[in-house]
């Protein structure tokens, strides 16, 4: 079964990863969820980037804030597609601090990056990933998709 991973850099990330988690649930993707800090925990970050792919990971999504390289360094050492989502952290500059260090990868080690604080839009990007090549998933994405247009419609009713 395909799983995707979802890290991040801090606990305090989790309330904001939670959005991927919850989605992916829904979905009835298989996560597998840790903390895996750039900075904290440098030697786990290397043995996590070098061998998630071989633990049936087939995408990998990562949150930090401030200074968050963590997005970043797992994409230069993983081949599989990296998402990132920038967390606004306490002490961060308004939330630019984590969307340009996640954002500003150099050519050859792409992270495609969400919104501040998206990570709803990351897991349902995951699942796109998966849903490319798994007919179940893409069924459930198609679904999904027919209720976000439903809701608009109702929500045009009565105006
Ligand atoms: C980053 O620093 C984490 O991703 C988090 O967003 C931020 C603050 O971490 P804590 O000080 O709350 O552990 O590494």
Not at 41 to 50: A, R, S
Not at 131 to 139: V, Y
Request: with cysteine.
């Amino acid at each position: 079964m395909s799983k995707v991973g979802v890290i991040m850099g801090s606990k305090s990330d989790l309330p904001v990863m939670q959005e991927a988690i919850d989605i992916l649930k829904g979905f009835d993707i298989e996560v597998e969820v840790d903390i895996v800090s750039a900075h904290r925990t440098p030697d786990k970050l290397f043995d996590y980037g070098k061998y998630a792919h071989e633990r049936g990971i087939k995408v990998i999504i990562a949150g930090a804030g401030g200074a968050a390289h963590l997005p970043g360094m797992v994409a230069s050492l993983s081949p599989l597609p990296v998402i990132g989502v920038p967390v606004k952290s306490r002490n961060s500059i308004d939330g630019w601090d984590s969307v340009l260090s996640i954002l500003q990868m150099p050519g050859g080690v792409p992270v495609a990056t969400v919104a501040l604080d998206g990570a709803k839009n990351a897991g349902i990007l995951a699942a796109q990933i998966l849903g490319s090549s798994d007919q179940c998933i893409l069924d459930k994405i198609i679904v999904y998709k027919e209720g976000l247009k439903a809701k608009v419609e109702e929500s045009a009713k009565n105006l």
